[in-house]
């Protein structure tokens, strides 16, 4: 098992940054790669962003390359995404997910913190 909470979000003006953390709590040396995700009401949750755990491999969806750099500091066992010239486009609520060696799904997640960008 493992826990994950989110923490960082709130409301920020459109062109601000935010960071959000994610710590990892329980069996964190089970984790293959960490991602974060979004959701906005109606809409399916998806993936912002995911980091191998190891070697720091790291893959955005095009939305929002150049702005969100995630990372992790693996002596804290935690994920962050820190997110740069934020557009309204990109209020929803973060969550922060794991996947295991040898998964197909990520399988924990975290409880979702909201990130609100007003224009």
């Known amino acids: 098992q493992l826990q994950l909470e989110e923490s960082g979000g709130g409301l920020v003006q459109a062109g601000g940054s935010l960071r959000l953390s994610c710590a990892a709590s329980?069996?964190?040396?089970?984790?293959?790669?960490m991602g974060w995700f979004r959701q906005v009401p109606g809409m399916e949750r998806a993936l912002v962003a995911r980091?191998?755990?190891?070697?720091?491999?790291?893959y955005y969806v095009d939305s929002v390359k150049g702005r969100f750099t995630i990372s992790r500091d693996s002596a804290k066992n935690t994920l962050y995404l820190q997110m740069s010239s934020l557009e309204p486009e990109d209020t929803a609520t973060y969550y922060c997910?794991?996947?295991?060696?040898?998964?197909?799904?990520?399988?924990?997640w975290g409880q979702g913190t909201q990130v609100t960008v007003s224009s």
């Open positions: 997910a794991s996947r295991a060696v040898g998964r197909t799904s990520f399988e924990f």
């Open positions: 329980g069996r964190p040396s089970s984790i293959f790669d």
């Open positions: 980091i191998t755990w190891n070697s720091g491999r790291t």
